[in-house]
């Protein structure tokens, strides 16, 4: 079972526009959510984390919205950057995991100069 | 401050061999979290170590299994390998069982099965 989905596996953006990366989950039990970010040949990187008592956070060019109704989480980056370029986990910990990690499929996000 | 470190980084083994794969810890941190990521797929939970423990153990077999010693580091143990064991094994360690400060993640260990 998916409890962290990511339904797009790419995303293509011009430089200087915003990217939106989307993530859905399942399970109303998680109580923080997290995006990484992966280079190729290196491990995931923290990026960014929202609580789930939040609905926003901002971290400079970076921003996650949280909408519990909808079970939905966007990362949002402005402007975007060619070394943006990448591959973005969503994830999702907390007593619904086990207070395991659950990682989304991840998407390619393409930002061309 | 030195990062979370793996070895070996790349590793081949025939189908029913047995292999040990190696993670030091980033200094400070007294969990360990492996995962397992397959071509094309997010990383899959294993199962977590806190102080020498096993804290969680996500849909893996039995043949999966591991260590953490006094200073934190970890193995993992495959045993009987199959083909479909073939992916990038990540270990991750952290502040706590927890993650929300997030995981500092090692580079890796690709793991090919033949």
């Known amino acids: 079972d998916q409890q962290v989905k990511q339904n797009s596996p790419s995303l293509s953006v011009q430089e200087g526009r915003i990217s939106i990366l989307n993530c859905d989950y399942t399970?109303?039990?998680?109580?923080?959510f997290l995006w990484y970010k992966k280079y190729p040949a290196e491990g995931p990187t923290f990026l960014i984390s929202?609580?789930?008592?939040?609905d926003k956070n901002e971290d400079g060019r970076f921003t996650v919205f949280l909408n519990k109704s909808a079970k939905h989480l966007s990362l949002h980056i402005v402007p975007s950057q060619p070394g943006d370029s990448a591959v973005y986990f969503c994830?999702?910990?907390?007593?619904?995991?086990?207070?395991?990690?659950?990682f989304g499929a991840g998407t390619r996000l393409f930002v061309k100069a | 401050e030195t990062g979370v470190t793996q070895s070996p980084t790349h590793l081949i083994k025939t189908r029913g061999q047995q292999v040990t794969l190696r993670c030091s810890s980033q200094?400070?941190?007294?969990?360990v979290s492996w995962y397992q990521q397959a071509l094309g797929q997010g990383p899959q939970f294993i199962f977590q170590?806190?102080?020498?423990?096993?804290?969680g153990r996500g849909n893996f077999p039995p043949r999966f299994s591991g260590l953490q010693f006094p200073n934190y580091s970890s193995e993992l143990n495959v045993n009987a390998l199959e083909l479909d064991d073939s992916a990038l094994y990540l270990c991750?360690?952290?502040?706590?069982?927890?993650?929300?400060?997030?995981?500092?993640f090692g580079s890796g260990t690709r793991l090919t099965v033949v």
């Open positions: 200094s400070g941190h007294n969990t």
């Open positions: 991750a360690s952290s502040l706590g069982p927890t993650s929300n400060y997030g995981y500092t």
């Open positions: 929202i609580s789930s008592i939040k």
């Open positions: 399970n109303s039990m998680f109580d923080y």
């Open positions: 994830a999702a910990s907390g007593k619904a995991g086990g207070f395991k990690t659950i």
């Open positions: 170590y806190y102080r020498e423990e096993e804290n």
